[in-house]
């Protein structure tokens, strides 16, 4: 067991304090009790060795858990009507206005990226969730002046029952619409990852105890975006399905300004790691070393160059064991004659640490998995694109008089979710573990293949709602009288599929990745829905372009009676199975990567 630090009599500024191992401020006398500071290198505002009792833990993180909640809840109140409110103020086409949401949406996570580097890198969870938290919050007011002033004309117009036509917008206002959710994604994406790591920061992985809750920290984390989600698709949704789109909008900014103070009210309580640097560097330096050392024969695993103390080398990143697989990128550790300048100081291009070169075996190992998360995500996408434009074609007159909007049908997705994590948590897993002897059930690849074959049971799902609707539509210009809660088991199925694969691949990639990589592990998932949402745009136009044809009327038109809506479905779930069959392999032949956490040996796998 590492030793615990005493407190440091040097003045730091908040957050510049050393966190590494080797450093002076973890050095135990005998008058500090044990286990008074906390063991992962953690710090606290100020910068000094972060006090078990006062900082972190399930207090902290549900501080952050508040605070993601209000952040989706703002998220939903814009992205669940934007195909509606696409197709009534701005006019566009059905496959317009679903690619535009696509685009819009894998634009969110793809920003992630960029957020999860700035974190990891340079500037830090904590200080990257506020940056980009204050930039969501510009968006939105952008968003809901821009409305008020520019595009909703006349007020409250867009309504579903069509009684208050908007008028075109003008160029100003397009622009200015373009420029404001661009700026939200551009917030809301950067933020998302640094918050999904900087909760999990808030637990000792040296502390069993600890350990066990940052296992059910994910869970939570996407209980809590579903929460937030669930107010904003019934209550923003039915305003702005109203017209009363503005309104929606400031319930949104109103909820981003509250949940951005409540997370500066928990700075004193929250735990840091500092960030590590640059790591594409590192990682060129592992092919560059590599590649130069090519013709020499890779010898065994304990031949390998490694620093000889507890720490890595590397700041905040703890020390890696060697894997036997990728073993050309081994020869980056290989230590001879040349790797030394004068003076005894070694090029970091020439030779490289085994901690290093793990690093970059950790990443690459994983690309085939996330490769395979993509199709799902195209899945999911769909909930705010093309399911929505279903429903819009039904009947959404609930009990006579309730009109209810299409978009809020995702309540059911999200109450699919709710009822799915403490199932997951209170049923399958302890019924799973007494089988499998694993404490957490099944493994993260078996719980993201489970998601897999529970979405495409969803696609299946939506495709025969959609011939029963098409069959009961009398009338081919009008909406079907088939009752839109016929929708209800494809939001149902691709909630459930959430929790096994979302979770899953949350607590997956951050898991396996080392420390100064943890945000980015938390944006592939991201990534994976921004590549969804993007190869879904790219699909919707290819079915269309190929479907119309000859003069055909093709699969998604603007009035889908006239479509064949339930062949694009079809299409998704027969490329689901395919994708199944490659993620299972990949899962078969994928070893996860050791951590030396206070002398004992740790895999997340």
Not at 204 to 220: I, M, P, Q, V, W
Not at 423 to 444: D, E, H, L, Q, W
Not at 477 to 494: C, N, R
Not at 520 to 532: H, K, N, R, Y
């Amino acid at each position: 067991m590492m030793e615990s630090p005493k407190t440091s009599s040097t003045p730091t500024t908040p957050l510049q304090g050393e966190n590494s191992r080797s450093s002076p401020l973890y050095n135990q006398t005998e008058n500090t009790a044990p286990y008074l500071y906390t063991e992962d290198g953690t710090v606290d505002f100020r910068g000094n060795p972060a006090v078990r009792a006062t900082t972190g833990g399930k207090r902290t993180t549900a501080i952050l858990l508040v605070n993601y909640a209000l952040m989706n809840l703002a998220f939903g109140g814009v992205a669940v009507d934007l195909v509606m409110f696409l197709r009534r103020v701005l006019h566009q086409e059905n496959a317009e206005a679903a690619n535009n949401v696509s685009k819009w949406t894998g634009t969110v996570y793809m920003f992630s990226l960029f957020g999860a580097f700035l974190s990891d890198s340079y500037m830090g969870r904590y200080i990257t969730c506020i940056v980009f938290q204050v930039i969501y919050l510009m968006g939105l007011v952008l968003l809901s002046v821009s409305s008020l002033f520019l595009l909703v004309e006349p007020s409250r117009c867009g309504d579903g029952v069509g009684l208050r036509p908007c008028q075109p917008p003008s160029q100003l206002g397009i622009v200015m619409f373009y420029v404001s959710i661009y700026t939200t994604a551009f917030g809301i994406g950067g933020y998302q990852p640094s918050m999904a790591t900087f909760g999990a920061d808030q637990f000792d992985d040296s502390d069993t105890n600890e350990r066990g809750s940052k296992l059910a920290f994910f869970s939570y984390f996407y209980l809590a975006l579903n929460i937030g989600s669930l107010f904003s698709n019934s209550l923003l949704a039915f305003y702005e399905d109203r017209g009363m789109w503005i309104m929606g909008f400031w319930g949104s900014t109103v909820a981003v300004a509250l949940g951005l103070l409540l997370f500066l009210l928990g700075t004193p309580y929250y735990r840091h790691f500092r960030p590590t640097g640059n790591p594409l560097t590192r990682m060129l330096q592992v092919f560059a070393a590599a590649f130069h050392k090519r013709h020499i024969q890779t010898p065994p695993g304990e031949d390998l160059h490694e620093v000889e103390d507890e720490d890595s080398g590397v700041r905040g990143i703890l020390k890696l064991l060697h894997r036997d697989q990728l073993r050309c990128l081994d020869k980056a550790a290989i230590v001879t004659k040349e790797d030394c300048h004068a003076g005894n100081t070694k090029n970091p291009w020439r030779l490289c640490t085994v901690t290093q070169v793990e690093e970059v075996k950790c990443i690459l190992s994983m690309i085939p998995i996330w490769i395979c998360t993509i199709i799902y995500s195209v899945e999911f996408t769909q909930m705010a694109s093309t399911f929505v434009e279903q429903g819009t074609a039904m009947d959404t007159n609930l009990f006579g008089k309730l009109r209810v909007p299409a978009a809020s049908m995702s309540v059911f997705d999200i109450c699919s979710v709710l009822l799915s994590v403490f199932a997951y948590r209170f049923i399958i897993v302890p019924m799973a573990s007494r089988f499998t002897k694993n404490p957490n059930g099944i493994t993260n690849l078996q719980r993201m293949g489970a998601g897999l074959v529970i979405a495409m049971t969803g696609m299946l799902a939506a495709a025969v709602v959609e011939v029963h609707r098409r069959h009961c539509a009398v009338v081919i210009d009008q909406p079907s009288p088939m009752s839109v809660l016929w929708q209800a088991p494809q939001y149902v199925l691709i909630g459930a599929s959430e929790v096994f694969m979302y979770i899953g691949q949350l607590d997956f990639f951050n898991g396996q990745m080392p420390d100064g990589l943890k945000s980015f592990g938390s944006s592939l998932c991201m990534a994976s829905i921004s590549l969804g949402n993007f190869v879904s745009m790219l699909m919707v136009s290819a079915v269309t372009a190929i479907s119309t044809r000859r003069g055909r009327r093709g699969w998604i038109t603007r009035n889908l009676n006239h479509g064949h809506l339930e062949r694009f479905f079809l299409l998704l779930a027969g490329l689901s199975s395919f994708d199944f069959i490659f993620f299972v392999t990949f899962a078969f032949i994928y070893k996860g990567p050791e951590f030396k956490v206070g002398g004992e040996h740790i895999s997340h796998l």
